[in-house]
């Protein structure tokens, strides 16, 4: 059972996240040979305050 987790920032709509987990589940299942029913998709959405590169915070651009 393959299991995948998506990190994000949060922000998404609702359409836009139905529409990964559709693709990521396909990608996995045609990759692995996996039956799509068996595949975990975990979307962990992060506050822009929480996420930084290069010392500045997704928050502060």
Avoid: C
Avoid at 28 to 46: D, F, Q, Y
């Amino acid at each position: 059972m393959p299991l995948v987790t998506v990190k994000m920032l949060e922000g998404r709509s609702d359409e836009q996240k139905k529409a990964l987990v559709e693709k990521v589940t396909a990608a996995v299942s045609e990759t692995t040979g996996a039956p799509v029913e068996a595949v975990t998709i975990v979307i962990e959405e992060m506050k822009k305050n929480h996420y930084a590169v290069g010392g500045v915070r997704a928050s502060d651009k």
